[in-house]
């Protein structure tokens, strides 16, 4: 009796660590990867951007002012020539106010400090009227007497691919308004003055 149960007891172990022993090789999660291998090489005509990468080709901001509110939004597009941004806000103070893009994905009010400087790289010196701008300049937007304001702007500095110019890379980047007119010249922000609004920039699937 004694002998069986403990035959029992062995066969019911081995049976375990078989069981055990099998499970790391069963994974078989490789055969499943050439499989999406070759569902991005026949699926995609623009692979460059990488297997399973998110393409976007069109972004999104809500545009919150210091306090917290909606005050508009931003939408940007990919095109050949960069990217296209329209964008409509209401409730600012009438006049033209300087806009960039920002280095940092984080609105955090009242001073907006939390996204960082323009988004830019090294050589580059703020303002359309020099010949290597920040990545994130762009013209003034113009707020009428009503409070309310729309920007159409194109930039071929930055794009919402993958690269080192893209609005959507790790960690965000996001789209200011200043409280006053960007002089496009003047390092490192055209004394464009104190933050008032931001929009984190998001990808739009
Ligand atoms: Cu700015």
């Given at each position: 009796?004694n002998?069986t149960?403990a035959?029992m007891?062995?066969?019911?172990v081995f049976?375990?660590?078989?069981?055990f022993?099998?499970?790391?090789?069963?994974p078989?999660?490789?055969?499943?990867?050439?499989?999406?291998?070759?569902?991005?090489d026949t699926?995609?005509?623009?692979?460059?951007?990488?297997?399973?990468a998110i393409k976007?080709?069109?972004?999104?901001?809500?545009?919150v002012?210091a306090a917290g509110?909606?005050?508009g939004?931003a939408?940007?597009?990919?095109?050949?020539e960069?990217?296209e941004v329209?964008?409509?806000v209401t409730?600012l103070?009438?006049?033209e106010?300087g806009?960039?893009?920002?280095?940092?994905?984080?609105?955090?009010?009242p001073d907006?400090?939390?996204a960082?400087?323009?988004f830019?790289e090294?050589g580059q010196?703020?303002?359309l009227?020099n010949?290597?701008?920040?990545f994130?300049?762009?013209?003034?937007?113009?707020?009428?007497a009503?409070?309310?304001g729309?920007?159409r702007?194109?930039?071929?500095?930055v794009?919402l691919?993958?690269?080192k110019?893209?609005?959507?890379?790790?960690?965000?980047t996001?789209?200011?308004i200043?409280?006053?007119?960007?002089?496009?010249k003047?390092d490192p922000?055209?004394?464009?003055?104190?933050?008032?609004a931001?929009?984190?920039?998001?990808?739009?699937l």
């Amino acid at each position: 009796m004694n002998k069986t149960l403990a035959a029992m007891a062995i066969s019911l172990v081995f049976g375990t660590s078989a069981v055990f022993a099998e499970a790391p090789k069963a994974p078989p999660t490789p055969p499943a990867l050439p499989d999406t291998g070759e569902k991005v090489d026949t699926a995609s005509d623009a692979t460059p951007f990488g297997a399973g990468a998110i393409k976007p080709s069109k972004a999104l901001a809500k545009i919150v002012n210091a306090a917290g509110k909606p005050v508009g939004i931003a939408s940007l597009k990919q095109t050949v020539e960069g990217v296209e941004v329209r964008m409509e806000v209401t409730g600012l103070e009438p006049g033209e106010h300087g806009v960039h893009f920002h280095e940092k994905g984080e609105c955090t009010g009242p001073d907006f400090k939390s996204a960082g400087g323009h988004f830019r790289e090294e050589g580059q010196i703020h303002g359309l009227e020099n010949e290597h701008p920040h990545f994130g300049d762009l013209p003034n937007l113009v707020i009428r007497a009503d409070g309310k304001g729309k920007l159409r702007a194109s930039s071929r500095r930055v794009s919402l691919l993958e690269g080192k110019s893209s609005l959507l890379r790790d960690g965000g980047t996001s789209i200011m308004i200043h409280a006053k007119k960007d002089d496009q010249k003047t390092d490192p922000s055209g004394g464009s003055g104190d933050r008032i609004a931001c929009g984190l920039i998001k990808a739009k699937l």
